[in-house]
């Protein structure tokens, strides 16, 4: 049976949106037109399970991608082609615009770098680190069409990029690295899932402020998140410290990023060396 692609992938889309909360129709139209079945290969898929695990998908049909569901890229160590509507969310909140400049660290097989790079145009330019050396390969084959797409094989831990309108670590950091701050233009937007020696984490907005006279940065709540780490940004003191701060709640009462050194006080939610998230 013969199934109409196009309107499968405009009706994925439009799911994806609306549980991303995304109001932006240049994302609805990113996620209609990007093949999803051109960055996880031939088929038949394994699909994440509810109940753990995987099941095949019934074919080949690429019509089985257009759901808002995990499938693997690699079944044995449980690494999926993440959440479309976290995903989605994600890339949302960072308020792509035509012309910017951005960084994925962590690209996978590239599929969504491919939706940042259609937010971004052929004006802007996405910077893509990935890795593991195998999945930086197919990112690089995967994302060869678009000139706008740079693709790192190696980790974003040590980036120099500078003058980033969006930065989005796609994987578990327990604090935000120097470099990816200082690596921000004004009016800059970091996405950052913050991860602790428990499974499970929180995901942060942080945005440098425009006015070069205002030094504390922006921060406030996304969402939970369950990730991989990610090698090079973790900090085993750090790690016990999100856990302890996850347990007492109040993640949601967070608006600062300080990066001046000060001594703990009540308005510290999470205060780390050379950083505090704060609630005021």
């Not at 940065?217 to 085993?236: Q, T």
Request: aromatic letters at 8%; hydrophobic letters at 40%; a positive charge.
């Amino acid at each position: 049976m013969k199934h109409d692609l196009v309107s499968f992938r405009r009706v994925y889309a439009e799911m994806v949106c609306a549980a991303a909360g995304s109001k932006d129709p240049r994302l609805l139209e990113a996620f209609a037109t990007v093949p999803r079945e051109r960055y996880l290969g031939p088929g038949p898929w394994k699909m994440r399970t509810t109940f753990g695990g995987y099941a095949e998908t019934p074919s080949d049909d690429p019509v089985f991608l257009y759901a808002d569901q995990l499938f693997a890229i690699d079944p044995v160590r449980g690494l999926n082609n993440g959440l479309p509507q976290f995903l989605g969310m994600a890339i949302d909140t960072m308020a792509l615009k035509p012309g910017d400049r951005a960084v994925h660290v962590g690209t996978g097989v590239g599929y969504y770098t491919a939706i940042m790079a259609e937010l971004v145009g052929p004006a802007g330019r996405v910077i893509g680190y990935e890795i593991d050396p195998d999945l930086a390969a197919r990112t690089k084959a995967n994302l060869k069409h678009y000139a706008q797409v740079d693709c790192r094989a190696g980790s974003g831990v040590g980036l120099s990029d500078t003058d980033l309108d969006a930065l989005y670590i796609n994987a578990g950091a327990t604090h935000p690295l120097p470099n990816w701050l200082d690596a921000l233009a004004p009016g800059g937007r970091l996405v950052l899932p913050m991860t602790g020696a428990q499974w499970g984490g929180i995901v942060m907005k942080i945005t440098r402020p425009a006015d070069p006279e205002e030094r504390d940065f922006h921060a406030a709540f996304l969402s939970h998140v369950g990730i991989f780490n990610c090698e090079g940004a973790r900090d085993p003191r750090a790690e016990k410290a999100i856990d302890r701060a996850r347990k007492k709640g109040g993640f949601k009462d967070v608006t600062t990023l300080r990066r001046d050194r000060h001594r703990r006080d009540e308005t510290c939610w999470l205060h780390g060396k050379g950083w505090c998230l704060s609630r005021g």
